[in-house]
T-cell receptor, first 109, second 113 residues
Framework: LAKTTQPISMDSYEGQEVNITCSHN???????ITWYQQFPSQGPRFIIQ???TKVTNEVASLFIPADRKSSTLSLPRVSLSDTAVYYC??????????FGSGTRLQVQP | DGGITQSPKYLFRKEGQNVTLSCEQN?????MYWYRQDPGQGLRLIYY???????QKGDIAEGYSVSREKKESFPLTVTSAQKNPTAFYLC????????????FGPGTRLTVL
């Protein structure tokens, strides 16, 4: 199971693009990379998942380089409502996910 | 509406008492999970279940027990053996185990007095 490392916190301003990078040096061949968002006193919410290259949905983009030892979640033009904790997880398909401490994103007006 | 419900939202118990947290889903998901979250921390996996009548220990199973008698239900019992049970408890489900998107309930905040 991929052990992930991500920054503890990040600050941004409304309208900016935010990129959160996650390191997963021991990622296995079968591991996916999944990102979740969590607001205070709520359960996490799935944002995006990928295996390699680039994945984009209506909320975010996920960039995974060829060596797959890191991934970057890109949030375009953040707003105050994007202030939350963002978790990067690796999953191998036979064991449940392990959440780390996540990255606390604070968006300022 | 499909989703996951947890009850109650807030729960208070005296030290030494067992307490059971409810988790129900109507998403027809096979896999269900229980997580614990302490203030300012990430989620830690307590137990998970891939299918009815089967469940596996997660990273912090000591002092907890679960059952999976029905596909829709995955109750968690916090026993008196759990040394520090005050926390935010989250239940989740997914179509299959692990790689699938997990859907989370609203959580139960347990305070042991």
């Amino acid at each position: 199971l991929a052990k992930t490392t991500q920054p503890i916190s990040m600050d941004s301003y409304e309208g900016q693009e935010v990129n959160i990078t996650c390191s997963h040096n021991n990622i296995a061949t079968n591991d996916y990379i999944t990102w979740y968002q969590q607001f205070p006193s709520q359960g996490p919410r799935f944002i995006i998942q990928g295996y390699k290259t680039k994945v984009t949905n209506e909320v975010a983009s996920l960039f995974i380089p060829a060596d797959r030892k890191s991934s970057t979640l890109s949030l375009p033009r953040v707003s105050l409502s994007d202030t939350a904790v963002y978790y990067c997880l690796g999953a191998q398909g036979r064991r449940a996910l392990t959440f780390g401490s996540g990255t606390r994103l604070q968006v300022q007006p | 509406d499909g989703g996951i419900t947890q009850s109650p939202k807030y729960l208070f118990r005296k030290e030494g008492q067992n307490v059971t947290l409810s988790c129900e889903q109507n998403l027809n998901h096979d896999a269900m999970y229980w997580y614990r979250q302490d203030p300012g921390q990430g989620l830690r996996l307590i137990y998970y279940s891939q299918i009815v009548n089967d469940f596996q220990k997660g990273d912090i199973a000591e002092g907890y027990s679960v059952s999976r008698e029905k596909k829709e239900s995955f109750p968690l019992t916090v026993t008196s053996a759990q040394k520090n049970p005050t926390a935010f408890y989250l239940c989740a489900s997914s179509i299959l185990l692990v790689a699938d998107e997990q859907f989370f309930g609203p959580g139960t905040r347990l305070t042991v007095l």
